[in-house]
Protein backbone atom coordinates (compact mmCIF):
# COMPACT_ATOMS: atom_id res chain seq x y z
CA UNK A 1 0.00 0.00 0.00
CA UNK A 2 1.78 3.49 -1.04
CA UNK A 3 2.29 5.83 1.84
CA UNK A 4 -0.21 8.53 2.34
CA UNK A 5 1.44 11.74 0.37
CA UNK A 6 2.37 14.52 2.94
CA UNK A 7 0.79 17.91 2.45
CA UNK A 8 3.07 21.58 2.31
CA UNK A 9 1.26 22.00 5.88
CA UNK A 10 2.37 18.99 6.89
CA UNK A 11 5.80 19.36 6.54
CA UNK A 12 5.71 22.91 7.76
CA UNK A 13 4.41 21.73 11.07
CA UNK A 14 6.70 19.00 11.36
CA UNK A 15 9.28 20.92 9.80
CA UNK A 16 8.45 24.26 13.23
CA UNK A 17 8.35 20.90 15.39
CA UNK A 18 12.07 19.51 14.85
CA UNK A 19 13.40 22.60 15.35
CA UNK A 20 11.50 23.60 18.72
CA UNK A 21 12.70 20.03 19.59
CA UNK A 22 16.35 21.74 18.81
CA UNK A 23 15.70 24.28 20.71
CA UNK A 24 14.17 22.61 23.50
CA UNK A 25 17.37 20.86 23.68
CA UNK A 26 20.15 23.38 23.93
CA UNK A 27 18.42 25.15 26.66
CA UNK A 28 18.89 21.52 28.60
CA UNK A 29 22.23 22.36 28.83
CA UNK A 30 23.47 19.08 27.28
CA UNK A 31 27.58 18.15 28.36
CA UNK A 32 30.09 19.46 25.77
CA UNK A 33 32.06 16.69 23.98
CA UNK A 34 35.73 16.04 25.02
CA UNK A 35 38.05 18.86 24.39
CA UNK A 36 40.86 16.59 22.58
CA UNK A 37 42.93 18.27 20.33
CA UNK A 38 40.44 21.34 20.44
CA UNK A 39 41.51 24.39 18.51
CA UNK A 40 39.90 27.87 19.13
CA UNK A 41 40.76 29.45 15.91
CA UNK A 42 39.25 25.92 13.70
CA UNK A 43 36.62 26.30 15.53
CA UNK A 44 35.10 29.95 14.99
CA UNK A 45 36.22 29.59 11.09
CA UNK A 46 33.77 26.85 10.48
CA UNK A 47 31.29 28.40 13.01
CA UNK A 48 31.56 31.48 10.50
CA UNK A 49 30.20 28.81 7.58
CA UNK A 50 27.61 27.49 9.11
CA UNK A 51 26.28 31.10 9.94
CA UNK A 52 26.65 32.09 6.22
CA UNK A 53 24.90 28.86 5.69
CA UNK A 54 21.88 29.25 7.65
CA UNK A 55 21.70 33.04 6.15
CA UNK A 56 21.68 31.44 2.84
CA UNK A 57 19.48 28.91 3.21
CA UNK A 58 16.79 31.78 5.10
CA UNK A 59 17.33 33.02 1.62
CA UNK A 60 16.58 30.59 -0.48
CA UNK A 61 13.10 29.23 1.97
CA UNK A 62 12.16 32.89 1.38
CA UNK A 63 12.69 33.41 -2.28
CA UNK A 64 10.77 29.85 -3.01
CA UNK A 65 7.46 31.77 -1.83
CA UNK A 66 8.28 35.52 -2.65
CA UNK A 67 6.07 34.97 -5.82
CA UNK A 68 3.73 31.79 -7.67
CA UNK A 69 4.26 29.20 -8.35
CA UNK A 70 3.89 27.59 -4.40
CA UNK A 71 6.64 24.76 -4.17
CA UNK A 72 4.89 21.03 -4.41
CA UNK A 73 4.87 19.59 -0.41
CA UNK A 74 7.93 17.27 -2.30
CA UNK A 75 9.95 20.44 -3.03
CA UNK A 76 9.15 21.92 -0.12
CA UNK A 77 10.20 18.84 2.22
CA UNK A 78 13.60 19.35 -0.14
CA UNK A 79 13.71 23.01 1.40
CA UNK A 80 12.84 21.32 4.68
CA UNK A 81 15.56 18.74 5.04
CA UNK A 82 18.76 21.18 3.59
CA UNK A 83 17.45 23.69 6.39
CA UNK A 84 17.71 21.22 9.11
CA UNK A 85 21.22 19.49 7.99
CA UNK A 86 22.52 22.99 8.36
CA UNK A 87 20.84 23.27 12.00
CA UNK A 88 22.20 19.91 12.19
CA UNK A 89 25.93 21.18 11.84
CA UNK A 90 25.15 24.18 13.84
CA UNK A 91 23.99 22.24 16.85
CA UNK A 92 26.65 19.81 16.30
CA UNK A 93 29.61 23.09 16.33
CA UNK A 94 27.97 24.49 19.83
CA UNK A 95 28.10 21.51 21.41
CA UNK A 96 31.83 20.83 20.54
CA UNK A 97 32.96 24.01 22.14
CA UNK A 98 34.09 22.71 25.34
CA UNK A 99 33.32 23.95 28.55
CA UNK A 100 37.28 24.31 29.12
CA UNK A 101 36.97 27.32 27.49
CA UNK A 102 35.00 28.71 29.52
CA UNK A 103 31.13 28.89 30.81
CA UNK A 104 30.20 32.05 29.91
CA UNK A 105 31.78 31.90 26.46
CA UNK A 106 29.48 28.32 26.26
CA UNK A 107 26.61 30.35 27.26
CA UNK A 108 26.59 33.43 24.78
CA UNK A 109 27.29 30.77 22.38
CA UNK A 110 24.08 28.86 23.01
CA UNK A 111 22.27 32.03 22.94
CA UNK A 112 23.65 32.84 19.81
CA UNK A 113 22.58 29.41 18.22
CA UNK A 114 19.32 29.47 19.88
CA UNK A 115 18.99 32.66 18.24
CA UNK A 116 19.71 31.51 14.80
CA UNK A 117 17.19 28.21 15.38
CA UNK A 118 14.34 30.33 16.31
CA UNK A 119 14.67 33.12 14.13
CA UNK A 120 14.13 30.09 11.05
CA UNK A 121 11.31 28.68 13.10
CA UNK A 122 9.51 32.11 12.87
CA UNK A 123 10.48 32.82 9.14
CA UNK A 124 8.38 29.45 8.66
CA UNK A 125 5.44 30.16 10.38
CA UNK A 126 5.07 33.06 9.18
CA UNK A 127 5.61 31.85 5.23
CA UNK A 128 2.83 29.54 6.37
CA UNK A 129 0.42 31.76 8.16
CA UNK A 130 0.08 33.70 5.05
CA UNK A 131 -0.51 30.83 2.99
CA UNK A 132 2.80 30.43 1.66
CA UNK A 133 2.69 33.82 -0.22
CA UNK A 134 5.22 37.11 -0.02
CA UNK A 135 4.17 38.75 3.13
CA UNK A 136 5.33 42.25 4.94
CA UNK A 137 5.88 39.40 8.23
CA UNK A 138 8.30 37.18 6.13
CA UNK A 139 10.14 40.00 5.20
CA UNK A 140 10.78 40.99 8.15
CA UNK A 141 11.76 37.55 9.77
CA UNK A 142 13.72 37.01 6.74
CA UNK A 143 15.99 40.37 7.82
CA UNK A 144 15.13 38.85 10.97
CA UNK A 145 17.60 35.68 10.39
CA UNK A 146 20.05 37.78 8.46
CA UNK A 147 20.17 39.69 11.59
CA UNK A 148 20.68 36.81 14.16
CA UNK A 149 23.48 35.33 11.47
CA UNK A 150 25.03 38.66 11.66
CA UNK A 151 25.72 38.59 15.09
CA UNK A 152 28.07 35.89 15.05
CA UNK A 153 30.64 38.80 13.68
CA UNK A 154 30.62 40.77 16.63
CA UNK A 155 30.13 38.30 19.00
CA UNK A 156 32.41 36.70 22.19
CA UNK A 157 35.19 34.29 20.41
CA UNK A 158 36.73 33.78 23.88
CA UNK A 159 36.16 33.70 27.65
CA UNK A 160 37.10 37.27 28.48
CA UNK A 161 35.30 38.84 25.53
CA UNK A 162 31.88 36.98 26.65
CA UNK A 163 33.02 37.89 30.47
CA UNK A 164 33.12 41.73 29.24
CA UNK A 165 29.75 41.39 27.25
CA UNK A 166 28.24 40.31 30.03
CA UNK A 167 29.28 42.83 32.15
CA UNK A 168 28.21 45.04 30.25
CA UNK A 169 24.78 43.83 29.91
CA UNK A 170 25.12 43.62 33.74
CA UNK A 171 26.10 47.72 34.15
CA UNK A 172 22.74 48.88 31.72
CA UNK A 173 20.74 46.96 34.13
CA UNK A 174 22.02 48.81 37.18
CA UNK A 175 22.09 51.71 35.64
CA UNK A 176 18.28 51.57 35.09
CA UNK A 177 17.52 50.74 38.82
CA UNK A 178 20.06 53.90 40.06
CA UNK A 179 18.46 56.11 37.70
CA UNK A 180 14.85 54.27 38.78
CA UNK A 181 15.70 55.42 42.38
CA UNK A 182 16.61 58.84 41.27
CA UNK A 183 13.28 59.14 39.55
CA UNK A 184 11.56 58.51 42.60
CA UNK A 185 12.68 61.15 44.32
CA UNK A 186 10.91 63.36 42.28
CA UNK A 187 7.42 61.67 43.44
CA UNK A 188 8.31 61.83 47.25
CA UNK A 189 8.51 57.86 46.81
CA UNK A 190 5.15 57.64 45.71
CA UNK A 191 4.58 54.20 43.42
CA UNK A 192 1.46 55.88 41.94
CA UNK A 193 2.15 55.60 38.13
CA UNK A 194 5.33 54.19 39.18
CA UNK A 195 7.26 50.72 40.40
CA UNK A 196 4.47 49.90 42.57
CA UNK A 197 1.00 49.53 40.32
CA UNK A 198 0.26 51.46 37.26
CA UNK A 199 -3.23 53.44 37.34
CA UNK A 200 -5.87 52.47 34.53
CA UNK A 201 -8.46 53.80 33.37
CA UNK A 202 -10.96 52.07 35.42
CA UNK A 203 -9.63 52.82 38.72
CA UNK A 204 -10.07 56.32 40.14
CA UNK A 205 -7.56 58.20 41.46
CA UNK A 206 -6.49 58.52 44.34
CA UNK A 207 -6.29 62.05 46.17
CA UNK A 208 -2.77 63.17 46.57
CA UNK A 209 -3.33 63.28 50.32
CA UNK A 210 -4.11 59.37 50.16
CA UNK A 211 -0.89 58.80 48.65
CA UNK A 212 1.43 57.20 50.78
CA UNK A 213 4.68 59.58 50.71
CA UNK A 214 7.97 59.44 52.21
CA UNK A 215 8.48 60.41 55.45
CA UNK A 216 11.77 63.07 56.68
CA UNK A 217 12.93 60.08 58.33
CA UNK A 218 12.44 57.94 54.78
CA UNK A 219 13.98 61.02 52.90
CA UNK A 220 16.90 60.27 55.19
CA UNK A 221 17.28 56.90 54.26
CA UNK A 222 17.37 57.58 50.60
CA UNK A 223 20.80 59.72 50.38
CA UNK A 224 22.91 55.92 51.72
CA UNK A 225 20.62 53.84 49.62
CA UNK A 226 21.63 56.43 46.32
CA UNK A 227 25.68 55.66 47.57
CA UNK A 228 24.97 51.87 48.04
CA UNK A 229 23.37 51.62 44.62
CA UNK A 230 26.20 54.33 43.59
CA UNK A 231 28.96 51.81 44.58
CA UNK A 232 27.09 48.62 43.09
CA UNK A 233 27.63 50.63 39.16
CA UNK A 234 31.16 51.70 40.55
CA UNK A 235 32.00 48.09 41.40
CA UNK A 236 31.09 46.77 38.14
CA UNK A 237 32.84 49.37 35.47
CA UNK A 238 36.17 48.90 37.88
CA UNK A 239 35.72 45.01 37.94
CA UNK A 240 35.22 45.42 34.11
CA UNK A 241 37.86 48.02 33.70
CA UNK A 242 40.34 45.70 35.53
CA UNK A 243 39.03 42.56 33.31
CA UNK A 244 39.85 44.55 30.15
CA UNK A 245 43.52 45.19 31.35
CA UNK A 246 44.44 42.07 32.68
CA UNK A 247 41.93 39.40 32.01
CA UNK A 248 42.98 36.33 30.61
CA UNK A 249 41.54 33.65 29.01
CA UNK A 250 43.90 30.82 27.91
CA UNK A 251 44.97 29.15 30.62
CA UNK A 252 41.84 26.90 33.01
CA UNK A 253 42.75 28.72 36.09
CA UNK A 254 41.60 32.16 34.63
CA UNK A 255 39.18 31.17 32.60
CA UNK A 256 37.59 29.59 35.99
CA UNK A 257 38.11 33.20 37.63
CA UNK A 258 36.48 35.29 34.47
CA UNK A 259 33.16 32.82 34.68
CA UNK A 260 33.49 33.20 38.70
CA UNK A 261 33.24 37.15 38.82
CA UNK A 262 29.73 36.69 36.01
CA UNK A 263 28.41 34.17 38.74
CA UNK A 264 28.83 36.67 41.25
CA UNK A 265 27.84 39.72 39.08
CA UNK A 266 24.72 37.78 37.98
CA UNK A 267 23.50 38.65 41.66
CA UNK A 268 24.20 42.18 41.71
CA UNK A 269 20.98 43.24 39.28
CA UNK A 270 18.30 41.25 41.18
CA UNK A 271 20.01 42.35 44.57
CA UNK A 272 19.89 46.20 43.54
CA UNK A 273 16.24 45.52 42.20
CA UNK A 274 14.93 44.47 45.09
CA UNK A 275 16.60 47.43 47.44
CA UNK A 276 15.22 49.63 45.14
CA UNK A 277 11.65 48.03 45.01
CA UNK A 278 11.35 48.47 48.98
CA UNK A 279 12.12 52.11 48.89
CA UNK A 280 9.02 53.13 47.80
CA UNK A 281 6.40 54.88 50.08
CA UNK A 282 5.96 52.99 52.78
CA UNK A 283 8.94 52.06 54.16
CA UNK A 284 9.41 49.21 56.06
CA UNK A 285 13.00 49.53 57.74
CA UNK A 286 13.41 46.15 58.81
CA UNK A 287 13.18 44.92 54.90
CA UNK A 288 15.24 47.67 54.25
CA UNK A 289 17.95 46.82 56.40
CA UNK A 290 17.78 42.99 55.17
CA UNK A 291 18.00 43.98 51.46
CA UNK A 292 20.91 46.54 52.14
CA UNK A 293 22.95 43.68 53.67
CA UNK A 294 22.34 41.40 51.53
CA UNK A 295 23.08 44.21 48.36
CA UNK A 296 26.20 44.53 50.84
CA UNK A 297 27.36 40.77 51.05
CA UNK A 298 27.19 40.23 47.08
CA UNK A 299 29.63 43.56 46.64
CA UNK A 300 31.74 42.28 49.20
CA UNK A 301 32.34 38.49 47.75
CA UNK A 302 32.79 40.37 43.97
CA UNK A 303 35.91 42.63 45.50
CA UNK A 304 37.20 39.79 47.58
CA UNK A 305 37.12 37.11 44.62
CA UNK A 306 38.38 39.82 42.47
CA UNK A 307 41.39 41.14 45.03
CA UNK A 308 42.47 37.15 45.11
CA UNK A 309 42.54 36.47 41.08
CA UNK A 310 44.70 37.25 38.17
CA UNK A 311 42.42 40.33 37.35
CA UNK A 312 44.00 42.60 39.37
CA UNK A 313 47.71 41.39 38.61
CA UNK A 314 49.54 44.01 36.60
CA UNK A 315 52.98 45.05 35.61
CA UNK A 316 52.07 48.75 35.58
CA UNK A 317 53.34 50.90 38.22
CA UNK A 318 51.13 53.24 37.45
CA UNK A 319 47.81 51.20 38.48
CA UNK A 320 47.14 50.01 42.19
CA UNK A 321 44.07 48.16 42.13
CA UNK A 322 43.87 47.59 45.93
CA UNK A 323 43.57 51.28 46.22
CA UNK A 324 39.81 51.18 44.49
CA UNK A 325 39.06 48.16 45.68
CA UNK A 326 39.67 49.22 49.27
CA UNK A 327 37.80 52.19 48.58
CA UNK A 328 35.13 50.81 46.99
CA UNK A 329 34.44 48.69 50.38
CA UNK A 330 34.75 51.44 52.75
CA UNK A 331 32.08 52.95 50.91
CA UNK A 332 29.56 49.75 50.91
CA UNK A 333 30.10 49.74 54.48
CA UNK A 334 29.84 52.90 55.40
CA UNK A 335 26.53 53.54 53.27
CA UNK A 336 24.78 50.21 54.83
CA UNK A 337 25.82 51.45 57.95
CA UNK A 338 23.93 54.76 57.38
CA UNK A 339 21.12 52.84 56.49
CA UNK A 340 21.27 51.01 59.71
CA UNK A 341 21.58 53.71 61.59
CA UNK A 342 18.85 56.17 60.09
CA UNK A 343 16.33 53.29 60.07
CA UNK A 344 17.34 51.70 63.86
CA UNK A 345 14.44 53.26 65.55
CA UNK A 346 11.13 54.97 63.67
CA UNK A 347 9.76 58.44 64.16
CA UNK A 348 6.38 58.69 64.23
CA UNK A 349 5.03 60.01 61.47
Same mark, same amino acid.
Given at each position: MAAKSRSTDDVFRSFGENLQLVVDKLR?? !??????? +???????????????????????KLAMCFASPPVPSPEECQSLMSSVEMKTVALVSLYYGLP?????? @?????? /???IGVVESIKELAENIKRAGYKSSEDQLKSTGAVW??????????????? &????? @??STSGLVKDAFEELNEAKDTNGSSVDGMGFMMTDDEPELDQEEEAVWSDQ +??? !???? &??? @????????????????????????? !????? @????????????????????????????? !?IRANAS?????????????? &???????? +????? /???????? *?? *???? /????IKNITKEEIPR
Open positions: EN !VPPRDAT +DFNLAEYWTKMEMVFKAMSFEATKEQGVT @LRKRTR /NLVASCDIFHSSAKNNKE &AVLKE @LK +DKA !VIHP &ALG @LANACKACVKKVTEAINRSGKSVEM !VHINE @LDEVVEIADEISPDLDELVSCLYAPMNYT !VLMADVLHKLLNMVR &ASHIVTTD +DPKID /NSKWLDFL *AK *AIDH /NVDQ
